[in-house]
Nanobody, 122 residues
Framework: VQLQASGGGLVQAGDSLRLSCATPKRTSSNNAMAWFRQAPGKEREFVAAISWRGEVLSYADSVKGRFAISRDNAKNMMYLQMNTLKPEDTAIYYC????????????????WGQGTLVTVSS
């Protein structure tokens, strides 16, 4: 199963980026989706999750009020709008699909994309 994350890049602190994730319909149907990120030398961490029906399940405290997750099931797409970016947001961002409609548990996310790099300069 191949998820395709895109939209990363090099930006300055305070800028915005919108990440996209394309998924096979048979994979994302009826399942929650989420964004995770992994900074250099750190473990992968949760960013945001959204239910199959488009309800936002959770945001990491570090991104609340700045990031917004959404999905378009008709297009089999998920998005992450990132505003007021900070240098500490620098990471590879991964999209993932869970086995389950409303989960935020890492262990339930079984399909992963290849990641897209976001670099925020100060």
């Amino acid at each position: 199963v191949q998820l395709q994350a895109s939209g990363g890049g090099l930006v300055q602190a305070g800028d915005s980026l919108r990440l996209s994730c394309a998924t096979p319909k048979r994979t994302s149907s009826n399942n929650a989706m989420a964004w995770f990120r992994q900074a250099p030398g750190k473990e992968r961490e949760f960013v945001a999750a959204i239910s199959w029906r488009g309800e936002v399940l959770s945001y990491a405290d570090s991104v609340k009020g700045r990031f917004a997750i959404s999905r378009d099931n008709a297009k089999n797409m998920m998005y992450l709008q990132m505003n007021t970016l900070k240098p500490e947001d620098t990471a590879i961002y991964y999209c993932a699909v869970a086995k389950g409609a409303r989960t935020t548990s890492y262990k339930d996310y079984i399909y992963w994309g290849q990641g897209t790099l976001v670099t925020v300069s100060s």
